[in-house]
């Protein structure tokens, strides 16, 4: 599901460091494509001009290669079928407005140049050449093009160049931020700094695939960032920033002046406060080293997660059939129920039973027992006691902004970084991203909000990028993220913080459903499980700026599809 790609994805042998750099193809990339104007040495003929309508998707074949041929506004054009995120066929997705939204995660691709237009992901799409001969479709391919991913031209450092731009963090907005500068032209030196230990990486994967080792879902590996001058400095946790000098000081003593800096911390996993949370294996899940010791000791032991939303949840589906018991404890009446309301929580609550997960729901933990200074019971408020070996506690996270203190950098009562729509902060040339982030949110009228998604971040990182160059960019992006339980995947868009009502359609037994979550007379969010595209349509109505009312989905689910329409578009 990465980044990553198999090497049969690609025909050609990996290159050194000098020799991509010479090539223009990242060694630590192999699994994507650079673009290509020349070299157009196949043809194609796969259809009658015709045989596909206005507003229609078809997968044609190219040779060995599967494209994706469009017709949108009455232009044909063809691009890669997949979704270079993981792996979705687009023609399953949404099209509307010149791009096709992925129908798994949301990804936005243009249809004209391939280009991503929002996330999540990271490469674009390999582009076609399309032309119509006397009422016959042709498509034109390049034998370069052998891959499914594209990477964007991306500039290197200049010697001439002087400027010094730092990326506090490791994950998606910050990768995201450091190559929108490369695709942008920045040729001055470009510093990723982030306290992990390892390269960034897919942290979505993390709770999903407890056992993967951070090279497994690293997002890029060491060679694509020594190739584009990306100076990744690993285990270099920021203690403080001077916004006078413009120097962030690190805990190791060393210390990096910048002339534009973007701050993307991300959370710290909430600690518990009762007796007992300081025993062995009481364990918290931030990185690769927690999932897999999460993971390795859950064999065979007593389990007891401590929260039951998405981290929690996530991994208790995937210890179920491997501990001796699984024990969820959470202040709800069903897991997730913030998010997904009473009823969806419910089906999940007894699809995790079915299981053999237990729930000990509206109660919470009163202390931890140990014995040899680890973990063997958990007492709970209501006085029962559960056996557990090891115990998840997974109770949310708190921005990752100590360091800020004293900077004059403004946070909210929280402790998220406040930002404006360009992503700036209230100090010159300092910009956050990600989950630390309190932005303006265009779904709401740009009220303040923190929106802790992977889709989410790579979005605030683009744009901050673009505004550490002076574009004045604005975010617009609709939030849009999945969660995986027993291999069955459920998709959120929009934000429902606040909804009033839950209007449900299809089979929750049968776990086929959508569910529109509304506040007053409109839709303000929409879940579903085996549903597809139906969120990504909803997703692409929320960006057009259009409202669904509750009225059209109140018989069934369909009622604001017309919105997509292209009759509809103005």
Known sequence: MGAGASKSENSTEPLNVHQAKEAGTPQGAQNVCEPSSVDLDTETDVCEENEIKEGEMQEVMIGDQTALLVKDHGELTAVGATCTHYGAKLSKGVLYNGRVRCP?????????????????????????????????????????????????????????????FLIIGGGAASVTCAETLRQEGFKGRLILATKELSLPYDRTKLTKALMSSAEEIALRDANFYEVYDIDVQTNKEAVNVDTMLKCVTFRDGSSINYDALTIATGGSPRKPVCPGADLKNVCLLRTPADANYIAEQGKGKHVAIVGNSFIG????????????????????????????????????????????????????????????????????????????DMVLVGIGVTPATGFLEGSGVMLNDSG?????????????????????????????????????????????????ALNMLGQDAEIY????????????????????????EVVLHGDLGELKFVAFYTKGDSVVAVSSLNFDPIVSQAAEVFAAGKTIRKEEISEGPYGFIHKLHPQEMT
């Open 416 to 464: 998220h970084v406040i930002v404006d729509k360009f992503m700036k902060t209230n100090k010159d040339n300092i910009f956050a991203a990600g989950d630390i982030a309190e932005f303006p949110l265009f779904l709401t009228g740009d009220r303040k909000a923190t929106i802790g998604h992977w889709q989410m971040a790579q979005a605030h990182g683009r744009v901050a």
């Open 104 to 164: 798994w995660h949301g990804a936005c691709f243009n249809v004209k140049t391939g280009d991503i237009e929002d996330f999540p992901g990271l490469d674009s799409l390999p582009k076609y050449s399309v032309e119509v001969r006397s009422g016959r479709v042709i498509v034109k391919s390049s034998s370069t093009m052998q891959s499914k991913k594209r990477l964007k031209p991306m500039s290197c450092q200049s010697p001439d160049n002087e400027q010094v």
């Open 477 to 500: 992006s609709v939030p849009y993220f999945w969660t995986v339980l027993f291999g069955k995947s459920l998709r959120y868009t929009g934000y429902g913080a606040g909804y009033d």
């Open 313 to 388: 949840m996530e991994v208790a589906a995937y210890l179920a059939s491997k501990a001796a018991s699984v024990s969820v404890i959470g202040r709800s009446s069903v897991p997730l129920q913030s998010v997904l309301g009473q009823q969806v929580g419910q089906r999940l609550l007894k699809l995790f039973e079915e299981k053999g997960v237990k729930f000990f729901n509206n109660d919470s933990v009163k202390e931890f027992i140990g014995r040899e200074g680890s973990v063997r019971e958990v007492v709970l408020n209501d006085g029962g006691t559960l056996p557990a």
